[in-house]
């Protein structure tokens, strides 16, 4: 693939995220892809990453997130993020660092970076007025 269009592709892969569909979610990843959310363990295979998502979405609910800045080199896609979710009534912006591995047009491997003590903080914080 080429830069522009692995870079096509992973923004319309956010915006099936914020969506949190997970037939749709699934269907972006090649059956072996790997997707660590660090500071979690690594998931394995399409099917795995689809019940993740399911059950993350059980949870909470995306908002739209915002992409800082995108890069991509051949099949690689590097994107600065600032995540958003509600979770309860609270809202979460989490900043994260993502690395795209692309193959044949889909997601080989997914790894994202991000502070799981700044998500529980802004979770268990009390709600503003």
Known sequence: ????????????????????????????????????????????GRAAIRETLRRGAEGMTALPWEIRHIVAEGSVVLTERVDNFLVGQKHVSVPCMGIFELKDGKIAAWRDYWDLKQFETQVASPPTE
């Open 1 to 44: 693939m080429q830069a522009t269009e692995s870079v096509a592709l992973i923004r319309q892969f956010i915006e099936a995220c914020v969506r949190a569909e997970p037939d749709e979610f699934a269907a972006y990843f090649t059956e072996d892809a790997i997707w660590w959310n660090a500071p979690w363990s690594a998931v394995k």
